[in-house]
């Protein structure tokens, strides 16, 4: 099976690179990936696909669509990213975007070209195999609450099995699969707090209750939730980036407002953090004769990939590439969308190397000089095929390690 598969991406490879260019030279912002579906279904219609979903909550963007096989079966998903962002390209490419102010400069173009790739080689097989696979072209990865929750609300994952991805990585070289049991990427969650004292004179401060004091020290203290109430062996991340208050040098104001994200690997440290967050901020305005109020705008959960799947997938991406070109990585506390399937269903997301500092693939993920070595989309094409293909034919193996 592999041998068919990898011949075809093979074929496929001038392809994938001019689908890919088609997306770079227009890219679309999170929830305005209007153009980008057209030409997505587009392209699914011309390699055989009908009964394209198009569209999420009152969005016209991304896309859903199932590939059945010769018989009933399992049903696997593969989700790709299709939004862009707000950065003008630096890049002197024949493919530059035409967008003005927006760039896919995180690979999510390279992200559908592998998809509609793997999706062109599943279809010329599909009398091979018993069960379904379900496309997921998703919209707004990059702007919160992003597409995977809505869509998932709308029930992309129902009768879904389990669940693969790719991301394209910068730091990790070319055509080298990177991968991390278990948590992968981190939760990524907003909050603010307002510190309300009461104002006054500078030179007076006591007859007031100064709110900046009382921030600067919550600040201090929040660092002790990571440092001294979760395990040394687990991971949280709490930054405070922005605060603002006060008018000027000589006047006390009467609030002080705080800004920052919060970061974990895991659920609990997760709960952990926001229970601490409100705790400290509370308890220690109040020891400075202020109030505090908290709040959380929840963000994307961890990337949690399933042990045995990843484990399964890591084999099938040693076939494709060979065992030296895949490589166990730490986890990131970057944050992604995939962790609201992987909630849901098991799966796996892997990172798909693409840096290639001979061809000046140098810059990081987000960068206005960001660019994909396009010799990868052959290789995250038939990686998604073939693992679809060995997830339907044996889904007990991606089930023990
Ligand atoms: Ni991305």
Known sequence: MINAIMKDAKKLAPKLAEWRRWFHRKPELSFAETETTKEICRILSGLGFDGMKVGVSDVATG????????????????????????????????????????????????????????????????????????????????????????????????????????????PVESGVFAYTAGAAMASCDRFKITVRGCGGHGAYPHQTTDPIVAACSVVCQLQTIASREIDPLETGVITVGLITSGTANNIIPDIAVMEGTIRSLSPEVRSHIFEGVARVAECVAKA????????????????????????????????????????????????????????????????????NEDAGLVHPHHSSKFNVDESVLETGSTYLAYLARSYLEDSASFNFI
Request: charged share 20%.
């Open 63 to 170: 896309v859903v669509v199932d590939l059945r096989g010769a018989s009933p079966g399992r049903v696997i998903a593969l989700r790709a990213d299709i939004d862009a962002l707000p950065i003008t390209e630096e890049n002197d490419i024949e493919y530059r975007s035409q967008n003005d102010g927006v760039m896919h400069a995180c690979g999510h173009d390279a992200h559908i070209a592998m998809l509609l790739g793997a999706a062109a080689i599943l279809i010329g097989q599909k009398n091979e195999f018993a069960g379904t696979v379900r496309l997921i072209f998703q919209p707004s990865e990059e702007a919160y609450d992003g597409g995977a929750k809505p869509m998932i609300a709308e029930g992309v994952l129902d009768g879904v099995d389990a669940i693969a991805g790719i991301h394209v990585w910068q």
């Open 288 to 355: 400075h004769r202020c109030s505090a109020s908290l709040e959380i705008f929840n963000g994307y959960p961890p990337t949690v990939n399933d042990i045995p799947f990843v484990k399964r997938a890591v084999a099938i991406a040693k076939e494709i590439v060979g065992p030296s070109k895949v490589i166990e990585v730490t986890p990131t506390m970057g944050a992604e969308d995939m962790g609201f399937y992987l909630e849901k269903i098991p799966g796996c997301y892997l990172f798909l190397g693409i840096g």
